[in-house]
Nanobody, 120 residues
Framework: HVQLVESGGGSVQAGGSLTLSCKVS????????MGWFRQAPGKEREGVAA???????SVADSVKGRFTISQDIAKNTLYLQMNDLKPEDTAMYYC???????????????WGQGTQVTVS
């Protein structure tokens, strides 16, 4: 089993920055891929960025150049650095983990509770 706890959300003005963190605990086998998803009210959930256990990264076109995903294996923590935030980035952001790569179609097996990001 894997537990994911997000933090770092908040309210910022357009152009501002936030860093989301996801503290991870549990089986390493079941989190070969980790990533961030988001869901805005009335919209479908979308993948934002993901990273594999060997460091391969995928980033959505909508945030490319503004968001950076990283992980500190020693601290068992996943990060999402978000710069130049826009109102359309407003959403609930979820940390996720799974055994397959999200960008080739595998769904996460585990989800965090979410952290709200609001950009005005």
């Amino acid at each position: 089993h894997v537990q994911l706890v997000e933090s770092g959300g908040g309210s910022v003005q357009a152009g501002g920055s936030l860093t989301l963190s996801c503290k991870v605990s549990g089986s390493t086998v079941r989190r070969s891929c980790m990533g961030w998803f988001r869901q805005a009210p009335g919209k479908e959930r979308e993948g934002v960025a993901a990273i594999s256990s060997d460091g391969a990264i995928s980033v959505a076109d909508s945030v490319k150049g503004r968001f950076t995903i990283s992980q500190d294996i020693a601290k068992n923590t996943l990060y999402l650095q978000m710069n130049d935030l826009k109102p359309e980035d407003t959403a609930m952001y979820y940390c996720a983990a799974g055994q397959g790569l999200f960008w080739v179609g595998y769904d996460p097996d585990y989800w965090g509770q979410g952290t709200q990001v609001t950009v005005s």
